[in-house]
């Protein structure tokens, strides 16, 4: 983001808050909204937004060290409603990116996330976030707590469960 540029709807410059979260947190914002929206698109659109909301209401912000949470938690909203809305993105994606991997290894790869996604999106929606937060994002106990507004104990309990739901959900079946 350009410091000079106007964020529209916003009608004031962006604060550095802002543009320093951008930086820090923008690329991680997508991959969090990943795990929830199919479309790559729709989930820069939706960090977009949450970009958007915090630069309009960041004068309401008292403690700017929770900013990063409080944007992550705005991400996990919009990509909630994103999904019970059933919007889709009318863009198109970038092309793939060319590598050496089989078509068979692609497959596979393909499969085995696909499996993970309708795992997690399985979930109840307490343990999804937390094992998003935890595992894709690599945050700590207490930043995930600060996000979605729990405590640090209810946290680990959303963990557990959803960790043994997941595990549940993606063995193989003994053929014993």
């Not at 399985?122 to 937390?130: F, I, K, N, V």
Request: glycine share 4%; hydrophobic share 40%.
């Amino acid at each position: 983001m350009d410091e000079t540029a106007r964020l529209p709807g916003v009608g004031a410059w962006p604060d550095a808050l802002v543009v320093t979260l951008f930086r820090a947190e923008g690329a991680r914002l997508t991959q969090l909204a990943r795990w929830f929206v199919d479309d790559r698109t729709a989930a820069e659109d939706l960090v977009q937004e949450a970009f958007l909301r915090l630069a309009r209401n960041q004068h309401r912000i008292n403690d700017q060290d929770r900013a990063a949470a409080y944007l992550r938690s705005i991400v996990i909203n919009l990509a909630r409603d994103h999904n019970r809305r059933g919007l889709v993105s009318l863009r198109h994606r970038p092309p793939a990116e060319v590598d050496d991997r089989s078509a068979e290894d692609h497959a596979a790869e393909d499969e085995s996330r696909r499996e993970v996604i309708e795992a997690l999106r399985d979930l109840p929606r307490r343990q999804r976030d937390c094992v998003v937060l935890r595992y894709y994002l690599e945050l700590p106990i207490g930043e995930i707590a600060e996000t979605i507004g729990v405590s640090p104990n209810s946290v680990k309990t959303h963990l557990r469960r959803g960790l043994h739901s997941l595990k549940l959900h993606l063995e193989e079946p003994d053929d014993h």
